[in-house]
């Protein structure tokens, strides 16, 4: 406990103290409101939406009006003695219907069921957008971080470099170093000012690549906030049951179950079309005609009193041969459902690889960050001695170069292990329940 305290008490990623400077909870906050693929997934649950709302219209009657005008010219049915005349007459319909379908093999129920089964799957469809954008946020931040950090770890070389140098140009000019000892140090000091120029390079892609991801103005100047100190608290239950609460919860696995449902109840629904279906329906209507060579003719107020009609309906449609569609919509459905199970199969799978191989990491992490922080404190020590040595004379200019070279490589190999440990922390306790991110 009190070495992963130690290494925790190295940086934090969650709060920085620098001003105006962004944390990862900020950006991954950010992200999630304005990243686009959210925002498309957000549409598409809007979709699944829409589609419950239609399937539950699918139960209210549909009614009807209709007006039609007709004017008869040349030889036509009389509509008032109906037959045939030769006067040409203006005829006028009027009618309003209402059908409600009543068995149709249980067809909206299911696809009712189906509906709300797909709101949920939208909805954790979105949480898992969302989720997987913070995800990448957080990655793509720890590497900015990581070479913020190479940064100033190769900036401090640079600068003991240049110290170097110009002690080593003193030293030549009073005869105690050569002109060769000159030219390495030179060396050295170009090779540290190139490390720093490369390294502010790749911090800026990581930059870039963040804005991408959250959606951030790219003329804008986005800063990420220093690590200075950890709160995270590591992750120590076992991986069995990190697993079991991931699969009750995780948003992936959600999608994948609501998906099988949703298939077998498409399923269900195809296999209606094979019963009757049975529906009724009622409507009024009528009509206003005039012959236009008739000068006295009913008014229309009377016409449409008089002529008035209702009527009642009930059909039974009973499906026979459609050329096969029936038989192969469910052929298809079924399938559909065979494809859902071994989705949810595959997902179940892969998320208890991604934990394994999280619990696994962060516990290599946690062990090379314990060596790497000893190999740190002897290289130090062993940088100090040569450095000293060489003021004496005791030591070469390559010497020093290859023992700060393997200190710069020691503290960027120790920086990497502590974020790897950080960001495989953040990720179990996301399996293991903790948000990834917070509204």
């Given at each position: 406990?009190?070495?992963?305290?130690?290494?925790?008490?190295?940086?934090?990623?969650?709060?920085?103290?620098?001003?105006?400077?962004?944390?990862?909870?900020?950006?991954?906050?950010?992200?999630?409101?304005?990243?686009?693929?959210?925002?498309?997934?957000?549409?598409?649950?809007?979709?699944?939406k829409a589609e419950k709302v239609r399937v539950i219209g699918s139960f209210l009657p549909a009614a009807e009006g209709h007006i039609g005008g007709q004017y008869n010219f040349g030889r036509a049915i009389d509509p008032e003695t109906n037959i045939y005349t030769s006067v040409s007459t203006f005829y006028n319909s009027y009618g309003l219907s209402v059908g409600v379908p009543v068995f149709d093999g249980f067809q909206r129920y299911n696809n009712l069921r189906a509906a709300k089964v797909n709101v949920l799957m939208g909805k954790s469809q979105l949480m898992a957008q969302k989720d997987a954008t913070a995800q990448k946020v957080l990655e793509t931040y720890v590497l900015a971080l990581y070479y913020k950090g190479c940064i100033d770890i190769s900036t401090q070389k640079r600068a003991e470099s240049e110290m170097l140098l110009h002690q080593t140009k003193v030293m030549a000019e009073v005869g105690q170093k050569g002109e060769a000892d000159v030219a390495q140090m030179q060396a050295t000091y170009a090779a540290d000012d190139y490390e720093v120029t490369r390294q502010h390079g790749l911090y800026d892609n990581a930059i870039l690549t963040l804005k991408q991801l959250m959606n951030y103005p790219i003329d804008d100047i986005l800063e990420i906030a220093d690590c200075e100190k950890e709160s995270l608290e590591p992750t120590f239950a076992a991986d069995s049951e990190i697993f079991e609460h991931a699969k009750l919860h995780n948003p992936d696995i959600k999608q994948a179950e609501y998906n099988l449902q949703s298939a077998k109840f498409a399923y269900r629904s195809s296999k209606g079309a094979l019963f009757p279906s049975v529906s009724l329906g009622a409507g009024v209507s009528t009509t206003y005609y005039k012959q236009l060579n008739v000068p006295l003719a009913s008014s229309f107020s009377e016409q449409f009193r008089n002529n008035a009609g209702q009527y009642v309906s009930a059909s039974l449609s009973i499906p026979i041969f459609n050329r096969l569609n029936t038989l192969t919509n469910i052929r298809r459905q079924r399938n559909n459902i065979k494809r859902a199970e071994e989705e949810l199969e595959y997902r179940t799978d892969e998320l208890q690889r991604l934990i394994q191989e999280a619990i696994t990491d962060q516990e290599n992490s946690r062990k090379e960050t314990e060596k790497m922080t000893a190999k740190v404190e002897s290289d130090s020590i062993a940088s100090r001695l040569t450095i000293r040595k060489y003021e004496e004379g005791l030591a070469s200019s390559i010497d020093v170069q290859t023992q700060t070279v393997s200190l710069l490589q020691s503290k960027a190999q120790l920086l990497q292990c502590q974020l790897t440990y950080l960001y495989k922390t953040r990720m179990l306790n996301y399996y293991n329940g903790k948000p990834l991110w917070t509204e």
């Open positions: 406990m009190k070495k992963i305290a130690y290494i925790l008490s190295f940086l934090t990623c969650l709060t920085g103290q620098a001003q105006n400077a962004w944390t990862v909870d900020e950006c991954m906050q950010y992200a999630v409101m304005h990243n686009h693929e959210v925002r498309l997934q957000n549409i598409r649950f809007d979709d699944y």
